[in-house]
């Protein structure tokens, strides 16, 4: 009885010494895990230490067998280091941290003892340091993918090992060095993604060997030299993206052989030569920039064959001829961007009808002709930009149907004729310029009918006639340019609702009357409020005095008289000003510039009152040259300019003791001279004060 008891009592001792035991190793080391984390949702709640198994926590699965084979933790907002204990989960196949705020480097133990890995993800993180070499050791490893971080280093020769990777990833990191020739190994590689690094070196022409490979994505990094023609190899790869590196030479006529590609994207190099005509065999290509190279000779018309081509971009290249007439035969074409090239022609009719349009940019060519009433068919074009090229003849009115228009740019050109009115039809416009054209008669009133102007440039035409009232309701306005017409009446006073207006550029024209004082309200008016060269009488309002935050008031060349309002002394960022030749009277205001300026420029400054015969010079100081011994009237002024030249000395004499120390440091012969002199001069010290010692000491 009393041994069966004990028996009893045993086992129970037994039983709760197992059971107090709890937590599984595999949990032990995922709560060390979390305690190094911040979680701010308390996504891991149920991470508790009193479960016997972590197989039911959030984001940890098991085998059968009891084991972690799964922890996915993506987009947990979690933060903090990553415990190295993560190392003890050895039966680990599928790791993914992604989308969290993880700091610190990779636990290397996670390579050394996870070597079931198959999957690991950790983009869009904080991690930084490098890709241990120990990856190489993680032989079952399928996807690594880690971009957006802070990783550094070099890229592990060891990844060659990698026989299964089919993804590898780390675009958006600072990893430096060159891209491993041994890479080739890596026979099952699909998606290689290394853009936005700091690699350097050449493409090695092993990656021809890399026959698996769908995704080439090499783009802003520092590589150099050719691309190499085995990347024609690739015979599955979809897209190869190369862009912004210093890659020159020509441009492989074998990249013609990837027959799949659909995104080749060259632009932002130094390449050379010729487009190759081999780009025609790539049936599927729908993207093809090959924008800021040297490229030079025709765009091949063959080019048109590619039926899925959607976005052609060959800008800033010397390219020249036509644009070729069929490059949008089967109506896909949504980008054409030829700006910048030595391109001549008229736009072929098969573009103007080019209904799947959307961007047409050929700005900076020698382009000429007309443009015909068809671009009314392109309703989905957003931009036009024809600026600075030859085009002649009437704006169609047409143009009107191009109702998601967002930006007209055909600044110049010759385009003759009035603006149309079917211009007030675009009601998406943001950006007209029509600037340095031969346009004349009226602004249509309907402009006002484009609600989301910001940028509105009339200058250089010979518009005429008066402005519309209306034109202050275009609430959006940041830029009103109309310079240099023929623009005549006085100046409507609603554009003082224009509270978005930065600058107003109205000079050079016929304006007349006087400037009315709503102009003041243009509270945002910082850049420039220019008047000049018109016929603007009477006297100037007050309320400019108002513009606290303008830079620049051109009102020369007007007939403006009576006196230069004092409200101008509350013009606190005027940097540049011109009155001159009007007919103003009186004395000058204290416009705030003036104070800051040196008194001696003020022979500078009267150039900007000139020819107003009965306006009171500025006193000129006697004499400028012997400024330092004026009375101390001007305090204020003067202690300002003791600190700037107390600040100028500094720098200068810092700047010169820097100087000195890097030409000693650059020249070692007169670094050898100048210690050579130091010593002379302390032994001369030394011998003189010796000398003068001894001397004293006869004294006593
Ligand atoms: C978690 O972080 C993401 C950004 O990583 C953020 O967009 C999201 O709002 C955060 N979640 C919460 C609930 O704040
Ligand atoms: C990694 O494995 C070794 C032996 O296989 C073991 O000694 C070590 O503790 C493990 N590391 C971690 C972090 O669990
Ligand atoms: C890692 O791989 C290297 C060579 O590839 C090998 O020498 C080493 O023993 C491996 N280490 C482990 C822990 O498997
Ligand atoms: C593609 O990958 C498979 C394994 O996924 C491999 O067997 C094959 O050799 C690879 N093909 C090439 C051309 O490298
Ligand atoms: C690759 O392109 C080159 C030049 O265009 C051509 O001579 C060669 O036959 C092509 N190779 C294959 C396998 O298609
Ligand atoms: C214009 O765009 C719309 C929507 O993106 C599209 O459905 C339509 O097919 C386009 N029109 C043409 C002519 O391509
Ligand atoms: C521009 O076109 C006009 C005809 O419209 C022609 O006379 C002139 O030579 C062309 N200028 C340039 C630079 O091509
Ligand atoms: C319009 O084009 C001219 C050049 O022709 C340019 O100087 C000006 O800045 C452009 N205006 C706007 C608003 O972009
Ligand atoms: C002001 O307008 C005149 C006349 O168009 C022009 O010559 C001058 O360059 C403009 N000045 C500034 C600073 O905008
Ligand atoms: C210029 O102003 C003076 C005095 O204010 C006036 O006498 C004179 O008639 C004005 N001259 C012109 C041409 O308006
Ligand atoms: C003001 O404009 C006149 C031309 O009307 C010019 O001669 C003078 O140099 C300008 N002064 C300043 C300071 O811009």
């Known amino acids: 009885m009393l041994v069966e008891l004990l028996l009893v009592l045993i086992a129970t001792v037994l039983v709760m010494v197992s059971v107090s035991e709890g937590l599984n190793s595999e949990g032990k080391r995922l709560l ?146 060159n891209i491993p020739a041994g890479i080739f190994t890596c026979q099952s590689l699909q998606f290689l993604g290394l853009g936005n690094n700091p690699l350097g070196g050449e493409i090695p022409k092993e990656i021809g060997m890399l026959g698996n490979l769908t995704d080439l994505m090499l783009y802003k990094n520092g590589l150099a030299g050719q691309i190499p023609v085995e990347i024609g190899n690739l015979k599955f790869l979809k897209r ?35 487009i190759p005509i081999e780009f025609s065999k790539i049936k599927g290509l729908s993207l093809l920039h090959l924008f800021q190279n040297q ?134 416009l943001m950006l007209l310029n029509v600037s340095s054209n031969l346009l004349t008669g009226q602004i249509p009133t309907e402009i006002v009918n484009c609600k989301m102007l910001q940028r509105l440039d009339f200058s250089h035409n010979a518009f005429a006639g008066s402005l519309p009232n209306e034109l202050g309701t275009i609430s959006q306005l940041e830029l009103l340019k109309l310079s240099e017409n023929r623009f005549s009446g006085s100046i409507p006073p609603s554009l003082g609702s224009l509270s978005r207006l930065i600058e107003l550029q109205m000079g050079g024209n016929r304006f007349s009357g006087k400037i009315p004082p709503e102009l003041g309200f243009l509270s945002s008016l910082q850049v420039a409020l220019n008047l000049s060269y018109n016929y603007l009488t009477g006297n100037v309002p007050a309320e400019l005095g108002k513009l606290s935050s303008l830079e620049v008031l051109l009102l020369n060349n007007n007939y403006l008289s009576g006196e230069i309002p004092s409200t101008f002394q509350d013009l606190l960022s005027l940097m540049e000003f011109n009155f001159s030749y009007n007919n103003f009277s009186g004395s000058l205001p204290a416009i705030p510039i003036l104070k800051k300026m040196n008194s001696c420029n003020l022979i500078d400054v009267n150039s900007a009152y000139l020819g107003n015969p ?54 070692p012969y007169w670094r050898q001279a100048w210690f050579y002199y130091i010593e002379l001069s302390i032994n001369s010290c030394y011998y003189f004060v010796v000398d003068n010692l001894s001397y004293l000491k006869t004294l006593y």
């Open 32 to 177: 060390e895990l979390k305690q190094g984390l911040g979680d701010e949702f308390n996504f891991l709640g149920n991470w508790k230490s009193t479960d016997e198994t972590p197989c039911g926590w959030t984001g940890v699965t098991c085998t059968s067998t009891g084991y972690v084979w799964s922890l996915d933790l993506n987009s947990k907002n979690l933060s903090g280091l990553l415990s190295p204990s993560m190392g003890g989960l050895i039966h680990l196949t599928y790791l993914d941290l992604s989308h969290n705020e993880f700091k610190g480097e990779i636990p290397k133990q996670i390579f050394v003892n996870c070597s079931l890995l198959t999957f690991l993800y950790l983009e869009d993180n904080q991690l930084g340091g490098p890709i241990p070499d120990k990856i190489g050791n993680l032989s079952l490893l399928e996807e690594f993918v880690a971009y957006d971080n802070t990783l550094t280093g070099v890229l592990p020769r060891t990844i060659s090992n990698l026989q299964k990777l089919r993804i590898f990833r780390v675009e958006n990191n600072a990893i430096f060095g």
């Open 240 to 274: 190869l993206s190369l862009f912004t590196n210093d890659l020159d030479g020509s441009i492989p006529k074998e990249t013609g052989n990837l027959t799949l590609a659909k995104e080749i994207d060259f632009s932002q190099n130094y390449l050379t030569g010729e």
């Open 295 to 428: 490229l030079t000779g025709v765009i091949p018309n063959e080019l048109s064959r590619l039926r899925n081509l959607l976005d052609l971009q060959l800008s800033q290249n010397y390219l020249t001829g036509p644009i070729p007439p069929n490059l949008c035969r089967y109506s896909k074409l949504i980008r054409l961007v030829l700006g910048n090239n030595k391109l001549c022609g008229s736009i072929p009719t098969g573009i103007i009808n080019c209904r799947s349009l959307q961007v047409l940019s050929v700005t900076g060519n020698s382009f000429s002709g007309s443009i015909s009433a068809e671009i009314g068919n392109l309703v989905n074009l957003t931009k036009i930009k024809l600026g600075n090229n030859n085009f002649s003849g009437p704006i169609p009115l047409e143009i009107g149907n191009c109702k998601q228009l967002q930006k007209l740019i055909i600044d110049g050109n010759h385009f003759t004729s009035k603006l149309p009115n079917e211009i007030g039809k675009l009601s998406q």
């Open 614 to 667: 009965f306006l009171e010079p500025l006193p000129l100081p006697e004499a400028c040259s012997s400024a330092s011994d004026r009375p101390s009237s001007l305090e204020p002024e003067t202690s300002v300019d003791m600190k700037t030249f107390k600040v100028s000395f500094l720098v200068t004499y810092s700047i010169i003791l820097l100087s000195f120390a890097a030409v000693l440091y650059i020249n």
